[in-house]
Nanobody, 124 residues
Framework: QVQLVESGGGLVQTGGSLRLSCAAS????????VAWFRQSPGKERELVAA????????AYARSVEGRFTISRDNAKNTAYLQMNSLRPEDTAIYYC?????????????????WGQGTQVTVSS
């Protein structure tokens, strides 16, 4: 069983930056794929970024490519999402997820464990 706790969300102006963290405990984080998803009211949960267990593979939503960077520190059992040049449309609850498959996956169903989410609000 893996427990995930996100932090780093908040209110920021358009063009600003935030860094989200996802601290994992229990289980085998270092051999698991990790991803960040987001969900805003009335919309489905969507992939923002994903990274393989080794960090060698990554994937990004087209809408965040070039602005967001996913990373992980397996020694610290922590994943990060650096978000730059934030836009109002980035406003959502951001969730960290871990999948035992270890790869880069876009589908929600591929992830076994989820954090409680952290709110990101970008004001115009």
């Amino acid at each position: 069983q893996v427990q995930l706790v996100e932090s780093g969300g908040g209110l920021v102006q358009t063009g600003g930056s935030l860094r989200l963290s996802c601290a994992a405990s229990g289980g085998t984080f270092s051999s698991s794929g990790v991803a960040w998803f987001r969900q805003s009211p009335g919309k489905e949960r969507e992939l923002v970024a994903a990274m393989s267990w080794s960090g060698g593979g990554t994937a990004y939503a087209r809408s965040v490519e070039g602005r967001f960077t996913i990373s992980r520190d397996n020694a610290k059992n922590t994943a990060y999402l650096q978000m730059n040049s934030l836009r109002p449309e980035d406003t959502a609850i951001y969730y960290c997820a871990v999948g035992s498959g270890g790869g880069v996956d876009a589908a929600v169903v591929q992830y076994d464990y989820w954090g409680q989410g952290t709110q990101v609000t970008v004001s115009s």
